[in-house]
Protein backbone atom coordinates (compact mmCIF):
# COMPACT_ATOMS: atom_id res chain seq x y z
CA UNK A 1 0.00 0.00 0.00
CA UNK A 2 2.73 2.19 1.04
CA UNK A 3 4.63 1.34 -2.47
CA UNK A 4 1.31 2.64 -4.37
CA UNK A 5 1.31 5.85 -2.55
CA UNK A 6 4.43 6.69 -3.03
CA UNK A 7 4.87 5.29 -6.73
CA UNK A 8 2.01 7.68 -7.48
CA UNK A 9 3.26 10.28 -5.63
CA UNK A 10 6.65 10.01 -7.89
CA UNK A 11 4.14 9.85 -11.25
CA UNK A 12 2.34 13.10 -10.28
CA UNK A 13 5.32 15.13 -9.69
CA UNK A 14 7.26 13.74 -12.81
CA UNK A 15 4.19 14.63 -15.03
CA UNK A 16 4.22 18.20 -13.30
CA UNK A 17 7.70 19.01 -13.80
CA UNK A 18 7.01 17.32 -17.80
CA UNK A 19 4.23 19.44 -18.11
CA UNK A 20 5.90 22.88 -16.79
CA UNK A 21 9.11 21.87 -19.21
CA UNK A 22 6.62 21.69 -22.26
CA UNK A 23 4.84 24.67 -21.22
CA UNK A 24 8.04 26.73 -21.02
CA UNK A 25 9.53 25.33 -23.92
CA UNK A 26 6.20 26.06 -25.58
CA UNK A 27 6.00 29.65 -24.89
CA UNK A 28 9.16 31.00 -24.28
CA UNK A 29 10.49 28.96 -27.79
CA UNK A 30 14.35 30.19 -28.03
CA UNK A 31 14.45 28.27 -31.21
CA UNK A 32 11.31 29.78 -32.78
CA UNK A 33 9.63 26.03 -33.60
CA UNK A 34 6.63 26.39 -32.09
CA UNK A 35 5.64 30.25 -33.24
CA UNK A 36 3.37 28.67 -35.64
CA UNK A 37 1.31 26.93 -32.92
CA UNK A 38 1.19 29.31 -29.79
CA UNK A 39 -0.35 32.56 -31.87
CA UNK A 40 3.17 34.22 -32.03
CA UNK A 41 3.68 37.08 -34.11
CA UNK A 42 6.92 36.46 -35.18
CA UNK A 43 5.97 36.04 -38.82
CA UNK A 44 5.48 39.83 -38.64
CA UNK A 45 8.20 40.00 -37.44
CA UNK A 46 10.30 38.51 -40.02
CA UNK A 47 8.78 39.83 -42.14
CA UNK A 48 9.62 43.23 -40.75
CA UNK A 49 13.18 42.12 -40.37
CA UNK A 50 14.28 41.23 -43.81
CA UNK A 51 12.34 44.56 -45.15
CA UNK A 52 14.88 46.21 -42.89
CA UNK A 53 17.76 44.08 -43.72
CA UNK A 54 17.34 44.44 -47.50
CA UNK A 55 16.85 48.21 -46.88
CA UNK A 56 19.88 48.65 -44.21
CA UNK A 57 23.17 49.80 -45.85
CA UNK A 58 25.31 47.31 -43.56
CA UNK A 59 22.52 45.20 -42.43
CA UNK A 60 20.86 44.25 -39.08
CA UNK A 61 21.43 42.46 -35.87
CA UNK A 62 20.47 38.76 -35.93
CA UNK A 63 20.87 37.95 -32.29
CA UNK A 64 21.02 34.03 -31.08
CA UNK A 65 17.32 32.56 -30.58
CA UNK A 66 15.30 35.51 -31.71
CA UNK A 67 14.81 34.81 -35.17
CA UNK A 68 14.07 31.20 -36.57
CA UNK A 69 16.48 31.40 -39.54
CA UNK A 70 14.27 29.35 -42.06
CA UNK A 71 11.76 31.74 -41.16
CA UNK A 72 13.97 34.88 -42.55
CA UNK A 73 15.19 32.83 -45.77
CA UNK A 74 11.45 32.41 -46.48
CA UNK A 75 10.65 36.42 -46.18
CA UNK A 76 13.85 36.79 -47.95
CA UNK A 77 12.84 34.31 -50.97
CA UNK A 78 9.55 36.09 -50.77
CA UNK A 79 10.88 39.69 -50.90
CA UNK A 80 10.12 41.60 -54.31
CA UNK A 81 13.47 42.67 -55.62
CA UNK A 82 15.35 41.96 -58.33
CA UNK A 83 18.71 39.65 -58.36
CA UNK A 84 20.81 37.47 -60.88
CA UNK A 85 22.17 34.55 -58.32
CA UNK A 86 20.15 32.31 -55.77
CA UNK A 87 22.39 30.45 -53.33
CA UNK A 88 20.92 27.49 -51.40
CA UNK A 89 22.85 25.36 -49.19
CA UNK A 90 23.74 24.92 -45.39
CA UNK A 91 25.57 27.34 -43.06
CA UNK A 92 28.67 26.60 -45.51
CA UNK A 93 27.32 28.80 -47.92
CA UNK A 94 26.11 31.45 -45.59
CA UNK A 95 29.12 33.78 -46.06
CA UNK A 96 29.00 34.19 -49.77
CA UNK A 97 28.10 37.50 -50.46
CA UNK A 98 29.30 40.24 -52.96
CA UNK A 99 28.74 42.84 -50.28
CA UNK A 100 31.83 42.28 -48.34
CA UNK A 101 35.67 42.95 -49.27
CA UNK A 102 35.88 39.51 -50.18
CA UNK A 103 33.73 38.88 -52.58
CA UNK A 104 32.64 35.51 -53.58
CA UNK A 105 31.16 34.30 -57.06
CA UNK A 106 31.73 37.07 -58.50
CA UNK A 107 32.80 36.15 -61.49
CA UNK A 108 29.60 34.47 -62.06
CA UNK A 109 26.97 36.40 -60.15
CA UNK A 110 26.03 40.25 -60.58
CA UNK A 111 23.72 40.32 -57.15
CA UNK A 112 22.73 37.67 -54.82
CA UNK A 113 20.29 36.28 -52.64
CA UNK A 114 21.65 33.61 -49.91
CA UNK A 115 19.35 31.29 -48.73
CA UNK A 116 21.59 29.67 -46.58
CA UNK A 117 20.79 27.78 -43.66
CA UNK A 118 21.92 25.43 -40.97
CA UNK A 119 22.26 22.01 -41.90
CA UNK A 120 20.34 22.35 -44.85
CA UNK A 121 18.98 18.94 -46.46
CA UNK A 122 17.78 17.82 -49.74
CA UNK A 123 14.09 19.15 -48.41
CA UNK A 124 15.18 22.10 -47.94
CA UNK A 125 16.33 22.56 -51.33
CA UNK A 126 13.42 21.40 -52.93
CA UNK A 127 11.31 23.96 -50.67
CA UNK A 128 13.45 27.01 -51.12
CA UNK A 129 13.23 26.37 -55.18
CA UNK A 130 9.52 26.33 -55.05
CA UNK A 131 9.53 29.72 -53.38
CA UNK A 132 11.39 31.83 -55.76
CA UNK A 133 9.84 30.01 -58.46
CA UNK A 134 7.23 31.59 -56.92
CA UNK A 135 8.20 35.56 -56.40
CA UNK A 136 7.78 37.52 -59.56
CA UNK A 137 11.37 38.41 -59.98
CA UNK A 138 13.13 34.88 -60.47
CA UNK A 139 17.13 34.50 -60.15
CA UNK A 140 18.71 33.92 -63.93
CA UNK A 141 21.29 31.16 -61.49
CA UNK A 142 20.92 28.78 -59.15
CA UNK A 143 23.77 27.96 -57.38
CA UNK A 144 23.49 24.57 -55.15
CA UNK A 145 25.69 24.41 -52.17
CA UNK A 146 25.93 20.34 -52.44
CA UNK A 147 27.06 19.06 -48.88
CA UNK A 148 28.44 15.46 -47.98
CA UNK A 149 25.00 14.68 -46.90
CA UNK A 150 22.97 16.76 -49.72
CA UNK A 151 21.75 13.33 -52.12
CA UNK A 152 19.68 11.75 -49.33
CA UNK A 153 16.26 12.72 -47.73
CA UNK A 154 15.93 12.78 -43.69
CA UNK A 155 19.05 14.15 -42.88
CA UNK A 156 17.91 16.98 -41.00
CA UNK A 157 14.36 17.96 -39.82
CA UNK A 158 14.21 21.38 -39.58
CA UNK A 159 12.76 22.16 -43.28
CA UNK A 160 9.47 20.99 -41.72
CA UNK A 161 9.01 25.18 -41.05
CA UNK A 162 8.19 25.47 -44.67
CA UNK A 163 6.82 21.78 -45.48
CA UNK A 164 4.09 23.16 -47.41
CA UNK A 165 6.48 24.70 -50.04
CA UNK A 166 8.65 21.32 -49.88
CA UNK A 167 5.14 19.56 -50.45
CA UNK A 168 4.35 21.82 -53.30
CA UNK A 169 7.68 21.39 -55.21
CA UNK A 170 7.49 17.19 -54.39
CA UNK A 171 3.65 17.41 -56.71
CA UNK A 172 5.46 19.75 -59.26
CA UNK A 173 7.51 17.56 -59.85
CA UNK A 174 5.15 14.02 -60.58
CA UNK A 175 7.93 12.24 -58.36
CA UNK A 176 5.59 11.84 -55.13
CA UNK A 177 5.68 8.07 -54.85
CA UNK A 178 9.34 7.85 -54.80
CA UNK A 179 9.21 9.38 -51.62
CA UNK A 180 9.08 7.22 -48.51
CA UNK A 181 5.79 7.59 -46.75
CA UNK A 182 7.53 7.36 -43.14
CA UNK A 183 9.79 10.37 -43.17
CA UNK A 184 6.94 12.30 -43.12
CA UNK A 185 5.56 10.05 -39.80
CA UNK A 186 8.56 11.47 -37.29
CA UNK A 187 8.31 15.34 -38.18
CA UNK A 188 5.40 15.77 -35.87
CA UNK A 189 6.71 13.21 -33.32
CA UNK A 190 10.04 14.35 -33.53
CA UNK A 191 8.82 18.10 -32.42
CA UNK A 192 6.54 17.21 -29.31
CA UNK A 193 9.02 15.26 -27.83
CA UNK A 194 11.25 18.80 -28.02
CA UNK A 195 9.07 20.19 -25.81
CA UNK A 196 10.73 17.41 -23.27
CA UNK A 197 14.17 18.81 -24.30
CA UNK A 198 16.29 19.54 -21.05
CA UNK A 199 18.85 21.42 -23.69
CA UNK A 200 16.18 23.18 -25.36
CA UNK A 201 14.31 24.01 -21.24
CA UNK A 202 18.07 25.09 -20.43
CA UNK A 203 17.92 27.53 -23.15
CA UNK A 204 14.62 28.87 -22.25
CA UNK A 205 15.38 29.81 -18.82
CA UNK A 206 18.04 31.47 -19.89
CA UNK A 207 16.04 33.09 -22.33
CA UNK A 208 13.88 34.13 -18.92
CA UNK A 209 16.35 35.14 -16.41
CA UNK A 210 18.98 36.96 -19.04
CA UNK A 211 17.02 37.41 -22.57
CA UNK A 212 20.14 38.17 -24.71
CA UNK A 213 18.76 41.11 -27.00
CA UNK A 214 15.55 43.37 -26.98
CA UNK A 215 13.12 42.05 -29.31
CA UNK A 216 13.15 45.36 -31.48
CA UNK A 217 15.06 45.06 -35.34
CA UNK A 218 18.17 47.21 -34.95
CA UNK A 219 20.57 48.08 -37.95
CA UNK A 220 23.78 47.33 -37.74
CA UNK A 221 26.16 50.68 -38.02
CA UNK A 222 29.75 50.50 -40.45
CA UNK A 223 31.84 48.02 -39.27
CA UNK A 224 35.07 45.71 -40.39
CA UNK A 225 33.70 42.25 -41.49
CA UNK A 226 36.61 40.24 -40.35
CA UNK A 227 36.14 42.01 -36.54
CA UNK A 228 32.73 41.41 -36.80
CA UNK A 229 29.84 43.67 -34.12
CA UNK A 230 28.30 42.17 -30.36
CA UNK A 231 25.51 40.19 -32.69
CA UNK A 232 25.43 38.14 -35.58
CA UNK A 233 24.62 40.89 -38.90
CA UNK A 234 22.15 39.48 -41.92
CA UNK A 235 23.41 41.75 -44.62
CA UNK A 236 20.98 43.29 -47.10
CA UNK A 237 21.71 39.69 -49.25
CA UNK A 238 20.67 37.40 -46.70
CA UNK A 239 24.27 36.36 -46.27
CA UNK A 240 25.73 35.92 -42.43
CA UNK A 241 28.58 37.69 -40.72
CA UNK A 242 29.50 36.14 -37.31
CA UNK A 243 29.78 37.92 -34.36
CA UNK A 244 32.67 39.12 -32.59
CA UNK A 245 32.52 36.71 -29.92
CA UNK A 246 32.28 33.57 -32.31
CA UNK A 247 35.05 35.18 -34.40
CA UNK A 248 37.74 35.41 -31.50
CA UNK A 249 36.29 32.02 -30.40
CA UNK A 250 37.08 30.29 -33.61
CA UNK A 251 40.99 31.59 -33.20
CA UNK A 252 41.52 30.04 -30.71
CA UNK A 253 39.87 26.71 -31.35
CA UNK A 254 41.80 26.54 -34.22
CA UNK A 255 44.85 25.82 -32.65
CA UNK A 256 43.55 22.46 -31.30
CA UNK A 257 41.57 21.12 -34.54
CA UNK A 258 41.76 17.25 -34.27
CA UNK A 259 39.78 17.02 -37.63
CA UNK A 260 37.01 14.40 -36.54
CA UNK A 261 33.93 15.11 -38.68
CA UNK A 262 31.00 13.44 -38.59
CA UNK A 263 28.34 15.30 -39.11
CA UNK A 264 24.96 14.29 -40.58
CA UNK A 265 27.04 11.49 -42.34
CA UNK A 266 25.60 7.50 -42.55
CA UNK A 267 28.75 5.48 -42.92
CA UNK A 268 28.19 3.31 -46.34
CA UNK A 269 25.19 5.54 -46.83
CA UNK A 270 26.21 8.25 -49.25
CA UNK A 271 23.49 8.65 -51.33
CA UNK A 272 19.89 7.64 -52.20
CA UNK A 273 18.88 6.74 -55.54
CA UNK A 274 15.34 8.27 -55.23
CA UNK A 275 16.41 11.45 -53.65
CA UNK A 276 19.27 11.62 -56.20
CA UNK A 277 16.28 11.36 -58.75
CA UNK A 278 14.70 13.89 -57.17
CA UNK A 279 17.15 16.57 -57.04
CA UNK A 280 17.60 15.47 -61.23
CA UNK A 281 14.16 16.09 -61.53
CA UNK A 282 14.45 19.48 -59.72
CA UNK A 283 17.44 20.87 -61.35
CA UNK A 284 16.03 20.10 -64.75
CA UNK A 285 12.79 21.68 -63.74
CA UNK A 286 15.06 24.93 -63.20
CA UNK A 287 16.33 25.02 -66.06
CA UNK A 288 12.98 24.26 -67.97
CA UNK A 289 12.31 27.91 -66.15
CA UNK A 290 15.51 29.20 -68.45
CA UNK A 291 17.54 29.52 -64.54
CA UNK A 292 21.33 28.15 -65.07
CA UNK A 293 22.35 25.88 -62.23
CA UNK A 294 25.72 25.56 -60.79
CA UNK A 295 26.51 22.79 -58.23
CA UNK A 296 29.21 24.46 -55.39
CA UNK A 297 31.68 22.03 -53.25
CA UNK A 298 32.64 24.27 -50.15
CA UNK A 299 36.10 22.84 -48.90
CA UNK A 300 36.14 21.30 -45.18
CA UNK A 301 39.35 22.43 -42.94
CA UNK A 302 42.92 20.55 -43.86
CA UNK A 303 42.74 18.62 -40.75
CA UNK A 304 39.82 16.98 -41.74
CA UNK A 305 41.04 16.26 -44.77
CA UNK A 306 44.57 15.39 -43.79
CA UNK A 307 42.88 12.81 -41.22
CA UNK A 308 43.23 9.28 -42.91
CA UNK A 309 41.57 7.30 -39.86
CA UNK A 310 38.37 8.29 -40.38
CA UNK A 311 35.40 7.74 -42.57
CA UNK A 312 34.66 11.10 -44.24
CA UNK A 313 37.64 10.73 -46.36
CA UNK A 314 35.77 7.74 -48.41
CA UNK A 315 32.30 9.61 -48.21
CA UNK A 316 34.17 13.09 -49.90
CA UNK A 317 35.71 10.69 -52.80
CA UNK A 318 32.12 8.68 -52.77
CA UNK A 319 30.30 11.97 -53.19
CA UNK A 320 32.38 13.96 -55.26
CA UNK A 321 32.95 11.10 -58.17
CA UNK A 322 28.35 11.14 -57.93
CA UNK A 323 28.35 15.27 -58.01
CA UNK A 324 30.75 15.37 -61.18
CA UNK A 325 28.11 12.36 -62.70
CA UNK A 326 25.58 14.57 -62.24
CA UNK A 327 26.93 17.95 -63.24
CA UNK A 328 27.65 15.81 -66.84
CA UNK A 329 24.54 14.42 -67.03
CA UNK A 330 22.54 17.87 -66.30
CA UNK A 331 25.40 20.04 -68.43
CA UNK A 332 26.01 21.56 -65.20
CA UNK A 333 29.05 23.57 -63.89
CA UNK A 334 30.78 22.75 -60.78
CA UNK A 335 32.56 25.08 -59.11
CA UNK A 336 35.27 24.48 -55.74
CA UNK A 337 36.57 21.55 -53.95
CA UNK A 338 36.00 20.17 -50.77
CA UNK A 339 39.96 19.96 -50.74
CA UNK A 340 41.05 23.34 -49.29
CA UNK A 341 44.55 22.61 -51.12
CA UNK A 342 42.48 22.52 -54.58
CA UNK A 343 41.46 26.25 -53.64
CA UNK A 344 44.57 27.45 -52.46
CA UNK A 345 42.88 28.22 -48.81
CA UNK A 346 45.01 28.72 -45.68
CA UNK A 347 44.97 26.65 -42.31
CA UNK A 348 43.64 30.09 -40.88
CA UNK A 349 40.65 31.03 -43.30
CA UNK A 350 38.42 28.83 -41.47
CA UNK A 351 36.14 29.05 -37.96
CA UNK A 352 36.29 25.15 -37.42
CA UNK A 353 36.15 22.32 -39.43
CA UNK A 354 33.55 22.68 -41.95
CA UNK A 355 32.95 26.82 -41.78
CA UNK A 356 35.63 28.68 -44.05
CA UNK A 357 36.10 32.02 -44.20
CA UNK A 358 35.02 34.73 -46.62
CA UNK A 359 39.02 35.30 -47.64
CA UNK A 360 38.46 31.16 -48.63
CA UNK A 361 35.19 31.70 -50.36
CA UNK A 362 36.53 34.26 -52.47
CA UNK A 363 38.80 31.43 -53.65
CA UNK A 364 36.36 29.53 -55.48
CA UNK A 365 36.31 31.62 -58.78
CA UNK A 366 39.23 30.15 -59.32
CA UNK A 367 38.52 26.12 -59.59
CA UNK A 368 35.13 25.48 -61.95
CA UNK A 369 34.92 22.20 -63.94
CA UNK A 370 32.75 23.35 -66.91
CA UNK A 371 30.24 21.30 -68.98
CA UNK A 372 29.26 21.89 -72.53
CA UNK A 373 25.91 23.29 -72.69
Known sequence: MFFKSYLRKVLLVSFIMAFLIAITNFFVDPGSIYQKYNFSTQNQTSKEFVRLAVESKYGVFRPENIFNERDIVREFA???????????????????????????????????????????????????????????????????????WSLNFGRDKRYVQYKKDYLSMINLLNNSENVEKSQYKGEFISIFFNLFNLEYFYRSLNE???????????????????KGLPYDVIMPDGSLVY???????????????DGLNDYKLV????????AVGFFIELVKYLQKNNIEVFFVLIP??????????????????????????LAKLLQVNVIGSYDPNVLQCTKDEFYDETHPKASCLKKLDNKIELNEK
Do not use: W
Not at 101 to 112: A, D, R
Not at 214 to 225: N, R, T, V
Not at 267 to 274: A, I, L
Open 208 to 226: IIEPNFSKEIMEAPQFEFE
Open 243 to 257: SSQVIKEAEIKLENL
Open 78 to 148: IYPVNYDCAIIGSSHVKQMSLLRNNKSLSSYCKSIKNFGVSGASLEDYLAISNMILNNEFKPKKVIFGIDL
Open 300 to 325: YHHSVISNESQPILKTIDKVTTKIYD
Open 267 to 274: EGSYFQDY
